[in-house]
């Protein structure tokens, strides 16, 4: 696809203990593949240094380490922050591309959850969700723990890290490139509707 139209892509995320965080570089890099995307990373503590830019983008990647089965109150405090700050004003985010990501110890560790939670957050923003689209990795005898979407997730990207493991080893390369292909998907569709948009006005 043509990389005539640069796009501004931002990932905010929060990561208590640096798992997380990986997970956020691995969807930066895939956003990076797709070329001509100027990528910014936002940790939720930063993010009142960012509203301006988060406006500014084309597309907004949401992703949070799966906390009792939520996304982190540490994010939820950032999602709560946007009311005021986006949705008060206007609806800043309004026709953005949106997708999420979340991390957590055990393999399921109620992630769809969050996931779904990460979703809804940006329809109340009229956001433009981007699911995985992956099929499912690992679901039969032939597949293995080394292959891209293993926790089989559609709605966004899931990554697993075990609990005894920093984030030096974890999440494993299985889910950092899971997130990746999110990354380059949301860069793409993003180019693509902004693409459109300058062909039909
Ligand atoms: C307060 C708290 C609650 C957690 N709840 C869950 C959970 O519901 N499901 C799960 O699988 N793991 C849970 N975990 C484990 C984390 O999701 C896991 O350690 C993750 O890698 C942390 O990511 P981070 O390093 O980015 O904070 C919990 C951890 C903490 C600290």
């Given at each position: 696809?043509?990389?005539?139209?640069?796009?501004?892509?931002?990932?905010?995320?929060h990561?208590?203990?640096?798992?997380?965080?990986?997970q956020?570089?691995?969807?930066?890099?895939?956003?990076?593949?797709?070329?001509?995307?100027?990528?910014?990373?936002?940790?939720?503590?930063?993010?009142?240094?960012?509203?301006?830019?988060?406006?500014?983008?084309d597309?907004?990647?949401?992703?949070?380490?799966?906390?009792?089965?939520?996304?982190?109150?540490?994010?939820?405090?950032?999602?709560?922050?946007?009311?005021?700050?986006?949705?008060?004003?206007?609806?800043?985010?309004?026709?953005?591309?949106?997708?999420?990501?979340?991390?957590?110890?055990?393999?399921?560790?109620?992630k769809?959850?969050?996931?779904q939670?990460?979703?809804?957050?940006?329809?109340?923003?009229?956001?433009?969700?981007?699911?995985?689209?992956?099929?499912?990795g690992?679901?039969?005898?032939?597949?293995?723990?080394?292959?891209?979407?293993?926790?089989?997730?559609?709605?966004?990207?899931?990554?697993?890290?075990?609990?005894?493991?920093?984030?030096?080893?974890?999440?494993?390369?299985?889910?950092?490139?899971?997130?990746?292909?999110?990354?380059?998907?949301?860069?793409?569709?993003?180019?693509?509707?902004?693409?459109?948009?300058?062909?039909?006005?």
């Amino acid at each position: 696809m043509s990389h005539d139209f640069p796009i501004r892509l931002a990932v905010v995320y929060h990561s208590g203990y640096g798992h997380t965080a990986r997970q956020a570089q691995a969807v930066a890099r895939g956003a990076d593949a797709a070329g001509n995307v100027e990528v910014t990373l936002v940790p939720v503590d930063e993010v009142d240094q960012h509203w301006d830019l988060l406006a500014q983008a084309d597309a907004i990647v949401f992703g949070a380490p799966t906390y009792m089965g939520s996304a982190s109150a540490q994010f939820k405090v950032f999602m709560d922050a946007t009311s005021r700050t986006v949705f008060a004003k206007g609806g800043l985010w309004h026709d953005k591309v949106a997708a999420g990501f979340t991390n957590s110890a055990a393999r399921s560790g109620d992630k769809l959850h969050t996931l779904q939670q990460l979703a809804v957050f940006a329809a109340q923003h009229g956001m433009h969700w981007v699911n995985l689209g992956l099929p499912p990795g690992h679901n039969n005898s032939k597949s293995t723990e080394d292959m891209v979407n293993r926790h089989g997730f559609f709605l966004g990207a899931a990554a697993q890290s075990n609990a005894d493991e920093g984030p030096d080893v974890a999440p494993p390369p299985a889910d950092l490139l899971t997130a990746e292909h999110l990354g380059r998907r949301v860069a793409m569709v993003a180019r693509q509707l902004v693409a459109g948009r300058a062909a039909v006005s």
